[in-house]
Each structure stands twice: as structure tokens, then as C-alpha cells.
């Protein structure tokens, strides 16, 4: 009950301290996303996330002398870091639902029309006894269209909320049919039929290509982090040796550096190669950066006590690292 109260109270302020067009957009963004929660309370639970996490890697970094400023960075990005990353992910399935149902959508509104329906009868048939979010959106535009929309406005409302471009393309065809009085059934059925024919070609893209991403991801997620990883404690080794140089005080940071770049690039190339759109590689960089980072992390800082092999063993470890 404390949380809870907290959480609206804080929602309340919220609503009264910040401009009203800003939780406008941000409401729309989230509806478009399938997350039906206020927009404030959504606000208010990133900012209550933000405090326990300040506190608790406050406490972390007194426990074992780490740096304060490292703490408070990450108690503010990872919230909202993993808030967008669960944003973008749902939009996505959301997205990937839609497109996935718009065949079916289309085949049971051309069997309708062919029985001598109206597009509009038809229209508000469908979106009563359909479910998921295309049906959602349907009932939407049912709504704007007895409000006095027209049809063009009400399917490119629509349109841009799915965010969708095969539905896009699909309402322009079918607006374009019936403005010109054609066989607007059999338009439909064919739209239908291609958009079935595509989403079948984008599923064997997907599996045709499995192997490479399954390459990609170990090499981006294991294989460098691990490698970079070895390069910080052989940097960290020398050190000790009091035989550091300015390669080795400089070769941690270049291989984060370098980690962060490659993590990003490879989830661009994956959602490259599933897709065929780089726009998507957010879904993709982001969790492949923080595990990267998390393992580079750990090799780095605590590999000499996984590895306690000797001074030998490091030896050969630097002598394998200069080729």
C-alpha cells in the first residue's frame, strides 16, 4: 500500500509539474506500443527505480571503494536504458503481430464485400467480433468514421499508429479501389494473398540465415569480450611487474572502446541480415553492448583470480596477445 500510494502521488505531481502536450506524445508513443499504462505512472516507477538503484550501488561502491560517480551514472541510464529497450521491443512485437494478422484481416473483409457488404458494414463487423491489436485499431477507426472522418484520413490514422508499411501500402490500394468503383473483393483477396506470400519468404530469410547470427552473437557476446578482456589483465599484470608502458595503460580503454563499436555494429548487422532493416539493430545492440560490457567486465577485473595459473601462464598469455 506504501508503494502504491507513492506511486500516485508522485504520478499526481507529475501531471501538475510537467507541460501537458509532453505526456500527450509520450502517451501516444506508448499506446502505439501496445503499453496501455498512464504515462505518469510509467514516469513515476522510472524515477522510484532510478532512486533504489542510486542507493544500492551507493552502498556497492562504499562496500568495496568503488567510484561514486560510476554509481550515480548507472542508477540514472539503466533504468532508462532498459525502459526503451522494453518500449522498443513491444512496439516491435506489436508491429510483427499486426502484419502477421493483416492477411487474414484482408481475406475475411473481401469474403464479406463478395457477399454484397458494404466496406464500412464490413468494416464494423470485423472490428466487433475480431481480437488483437489490428482489431484494436479497427475499432478506432470505426469510431472516427460514424464521427464524420473520411475514409482517407480514418485509414492513414490508422495507418500511423500501426506503423506498419505493408498495411500502409495495402489501404492506399484499397482507398485507390474504392475511390475508382473497381472489384474492390477481388483487390482485396489479391493484396491478401501477396501479403501471405511475403511473410512466408521473410520466415524462410529468418531460418536461411540462423547459422550467421548465431555466429554473430557468440563472437560479439563470448568471443571478443573474453579476448578484450585478456588484454586488461595482461595490461593489469604488467603493472604489477612494475614493467608498464604507455601501450598498456592506454590498451583498457581502446578496448572498451572498440567493444562498445563492435557490440553496436554487429546488433545493426544481425537486424541487417533478419530483416533487411538496420533501423531495427536498437532491439539488438543494446542487450549485445551490456553483455558484452559485463563479461569484458569481469575478465578484466577479476581474470587473474579465475585463471590463478602463475606468472608462467601469463607470460604465455602476453606472448599469444602479440601476434
Wanted: glycine share 6%.
Amino acid at each position: 500500500m506504501f508503494i502504491e500510494d507513492l506511486i500516485n502521488n508522485l504520478s499526481s505531481f507529475i501531471e501538475n509539474k510537467m507541460d501537458e502536450k509532453i505526456l500527450i506524445y509520450i502517451q501516444e508513443y506508448l499506446l502505439k506500443s501496445g503499453i496501455f499504462t498512464h504515462v505518469s505512472s510509467v514516469i513515476a516507477l522510472l524515477i522510484l527505480s532510478m532512486v533504489f538503484l542510486l542507493i544500492l550501488f551507493l552502498l556497492i561502491s562504499v562496500l568495496f571503494s568503488l567510484d561514486i560517480l560510476i554509481a550515480i551514472l548507472l542508477s540514472i541510464l539503466i533504468p532508462i536504458v532498459l525502459l526503451l529497450l522494453f518500449i522498443f521491443i513491444k512496439s516491435e512485437r506489436r508491429r510483427e503481430e499486426v502484419e502477421s494478422s493483416i492477411p487474414d484481416f484482408l481475406r475475411q473483409l473481401s469474403s464479406m464485400l463478395r457477399v454484397g457488404m458494404s466496406l464500412e458494414n464490413a468494416l464494423v463487423d470485423l472490428s466487433e467480433h475480431g481480437s488483437g491489436p489490428l482489431y484494436d485499431e479497427l475499432k478506432r477507426l470505426v469510431v472516427e468514421l460514424r464521427m464524420g472522418k473520411s475514409f482517407d484520413e480514418s485509414f492513414n490514422n490508422m495507418a500511423k499508429r500501426l506503423d506498419s508499411k505493408d498495411l500502409e501500402r495495402s489501404f492506399k490500394i484499397i482507398l485507390n479501389a474504392h475511390k475508382s468503383g473497381g472489384g474492390l473483393a477481388d483487390v482485396i483477396g489479391d493484396i491478401s494473398d501477396d501479403l501471405r506470400a511475403m511473410l512466408i519468404l521473410k520466415r524462410e530469410r529468418k531460418s536461411s540465415v540462423m547459422m550467421s547470427i548465431m555466429f554473430l552473437v557468440l563472437a560479439s557476446v563470448i568471443a571478443a569480450p573474453f579476448a578484450l578482456g585478456m588484454v586488461g589483465v595482461y595490461s593489469s599484470f604488467m603493472v604489477e611487474l612494475d614493467r608498464s608502458s604507455a601501450i598498456c595503460q592506454v590498451a583498457p580503454l581502446a578496448a572498451e572502446i572498440y567493444l562498445i563499436i563492435h557490440s553496436i555494429l554487429a546488433g545493426f548487422l544481425i537486424a541487417l541480415i533478419m530483416y533487411g532493416d538496420a533501423r531495427k539493430g536498437v532491439k539488438f545492440s543494446i542487450p549485445i553492448t551490456v553483455s558484452a560490457f559485463c563479461i569484458f567486465y569481469l575478465i578484466s577485473n577479476f581474470g587473474m583470480s579465475f585463471f590463478g595459473f602463475g606468472w608462467l601462464w601469463w607470460y604465455i598469455v602476453g606472448f599469444l596477445l602479440c601476434f
